[in-house]
C-alpha cells in the first residue's frame, strides 16, 4: 500500500502551521464576511464537528431530510482556511454556501481571522477543550489523518504539544487570545466541550439565547438527540468516513467522545511536568477549564 506523503509543519507569522491552512493566505485573508455569518472557531479536536452539527440543526433542521442524508457535514459548514489540491478552497466553499446564515468554521488563531468578520461583527462561537483531553484527541487524529504531519510517538507528540509546536501553533496561546477578546468584541460567545458533555441541553439552551434563536421544546430536544456521540458516530454525514486523507481503522473519527481519557495514556510523570508547565503558561485565573466531571 502506498504510505501517504506527510505535511511538515513551518513557522507562519509565529506560528506553526502546515501548507494546507496556509496557501490560500491572501483570498482567506481579504474572505468579504457577511454581517449575519456565524463562525465557529476553535482548536483542532476541540469540538468543531459537534457545535457545527449543532448549529446547522438548529438553522436548517426544518429543512427536510434530503439535506441531513445527502450533504455532509464538511460541506454544510466549510473550512474556512482549508485548501487541498482539486478540490474548492474553504473560502470558495463558503462563497458559494445556497443557505443563510452561512456557518462556517475555522481553527484560526484569533490573530489570523480575516478582518471582514470583525467588521461586519459577526457573532462567533469559540469552543475550548480542556487541553490533556484536547492534546490526546488530536495525537489519535493525528495518525489517522496523512493531511496532518507525522505524529511519532506519544512521548514525542507531547512534548511537541507543549511547546507549541502543532499545526495551528500553541494551545495556551489560542484559548488565551481568543479568552482576552471577548473583553473587546461582545458577538463572541465562548463554550466549553466539558459543559456539552455534562449537559447538552442546556448548552443548546445558551447557545439558543446567544443567537436569538427560540425553538420549540420538541425542536430543541430532536436536535439533543441528534448529536449525542453515538448517532453522530454513526451518521456517514457527520463522521467523516468518506474523507480521503483519513483512516478510520487507525482510530476512528468519532472516537471516544470522553472527558478525562487523558487519564489512559499519561503517565504520572508526564502529568506532573504537564501540570508544572501549564501552571506558567495559563496565568488567568477566569479562565478555567475541567480535566474531569
Ligand atoms: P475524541 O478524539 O476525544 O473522541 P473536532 O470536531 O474539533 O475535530 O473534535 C473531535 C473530538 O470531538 C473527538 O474527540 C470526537 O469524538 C469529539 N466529538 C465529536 N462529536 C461529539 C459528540 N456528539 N459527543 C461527544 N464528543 C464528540
Same mark, same amino acid.
Given at each position: 500500500m502506498e504510505v501517504p506523503h506527510r505535511p511538515e509543519m513551518f513557522d507562519f507569522h509565529g506560528v506553526c502551521m502546515v501548507h494546507q491552512f496556509t496557501d490560500n493566505w491572501d483570498n482567506l485573508q481579504n474572505f468579504k464576511a457577511r454581517p449575519d455569518d456565524i463562525l465557529i472557531a476553535t482548536y483542532?479536536?476541540?469540538g468543531t464537528t459537534w457545535v457545527s452539527y449543532i448549529l446547522d440543526l438548529l438553522y436548517?433542521?426544518?429543512?427536510?431530510p434530503d439535506r441531513q442524508t445527502s450533504i455532509p457535514l464538511n460541506d454544510r459548514v466549510p473550512f474556512l482556511e482549508i485548501c487541498k489540491p482539486c478540490l474548492p478552497t474553504g473560502t470558495e466553499q463558503a462563497e458559494k454556501?445556497?443557505?443563510?446564515p452561512r456557518l462556517i468554521k475555522t481553527h484560526l488563531?484569533?490573530?489570523?481571522?480575516?478582518?471582514s468578520f470583525w467588521q461586519q461583527r459577526c457573532r462567533i462561537i469559540y469552543v475550548a477543550r480542556n487541553a490533556k483531553d484536547n492534546v490526546v484527541s488530536y495525537f489519535h487524529f493525528a495518525r489517522m $489523518? /496523512? =493531511?496532518?504531519?507525522?505524529?511519532?510517538d506519544w512521548s514525542s507528540y507531547l512534548q511537541g504539544f507543549m511547546a507549541g509546536k502543532r499545526a495551528f501553533g500553541s494551545w495556551y496561546d489560542h484559548v488565551n487570545n481568543w479568552w482576552e477578546k471577548k473583553e473587546t468584541y461582545s458577538n463572541l460567545y465562548y463554550m466549553f466541550y466539558e459543559d456539552l458533555i455534562e449537559d447538552c441541553g442546556r448548552e443548546i439552551d445558551r447557545l439558543c439565547s446567544f443567537l436569538g434563536l427560540s425553538p420549540s421544546v420538541e425542536e430543541k430536544e430532536r436536535v439533543r438527540a441528534s448529536v449525542t456521540f453515538d448517532s453522530m458516530k454513526q451518521n456517514k454525514m457527520t463522521n $467523516? /468516513? =468518506?474523507?480521503?486523507?483519513?483512516?478510520h481503522k487507525v482510530?476512528?473519527?468519532?472516537r471516544k467522545g470522553k472527558v478525562g481519557d487523558w487519564k489512559n495514556h499519561f503517565t504520572v510523570a508526564q502529568n506532573e511536568k504537564f501540570d508544572e508547565d501549564y501552571k506558567q503558561k495559563m496565568k488567568?485565573?477566569?479562565?478555567k477549564f475541567r480535566f474531569e466531571i
Open positions: 483542532p479536536k476541540a436548517f433542521g426544518h429543512m427536510g454556501l445556497p443557505t443563510t488563531p484569533v490573530q489570523f481571522v480575516p478582518q $489523518n /496523512s =493531511a496532518l504531519p507525522e505524529p511519532g $467523516n /468516513s =468518506a474523507v480521503k486523507t483519513m483512516n482510530s476512528p473519527f468519532m488567568n485565573p477566569d479562565l
